[in-house]
């Protein structure tokens, strides 16, 4: 059983930056693929960005690219996710989800088997 707390949410104008944490409850945190979800109020849960085991591989969304980063500190048990040049679009609740690293960097809902509680991330025009 894999825990996973999202930190780093909050409120923040267009043009603006924030950095999510997820904090993982693994001591095998290193086997897992990580990803960023979002939901927005109303809409459906989507893809954002994963992260390989070793941060080796990397996807990205393409409403995203360029703008937000992921990485991970596989010593720290912890996923990163840099959102730079955010829009009020951005604006939703901000996930992590884990599934284990089998070479399969999956930007599907079904294929991860460990969720946070979500953050949220508010960005004011």
């Known amino acids: 059983q894999v825990q996973l707390v999202e930190s780093g949410g909050g409120l923040v104008q267009a043009g603006g930056s924030l950095r999510l944490s997820c904090s993982a409850s693994t001591r095998a945190f290193s086997a897992y693929a990580m990803g960023w979800f979002r939901q927005a109020l109303g809409k459906e849960r989507e893809f954002v960005t994963v992260?390989?085991?070793?941060?080796?591989?990397?996807n990205y969304a393409d409403s995203v690219k360029g703008r937000f980063t992921i990485s991970r500190d596989n010593a720290k048990n912890t996923v990163y996710l840099q959102m730079n040049s955010l829009k009020p679009e951005d604006t939703a609740v901000y996930y992590c989800?884990?599934?284990?690293?089998?070479?399969?960097?999956?930007?599907?809902?079904?294929?991860?088997?460990?969720w946070g509680q979500g953050t949220q991330v508010t960005v004011s025009s």
């Open positions: 992260i390989s085991w070793n941060g080796g591989t990397t």
């Open positions: 989800a884990a599934r284990y690293d089998d070479g399969l960097h999956s930007y599907r809902i079904g294929d991860y088997s460990y």
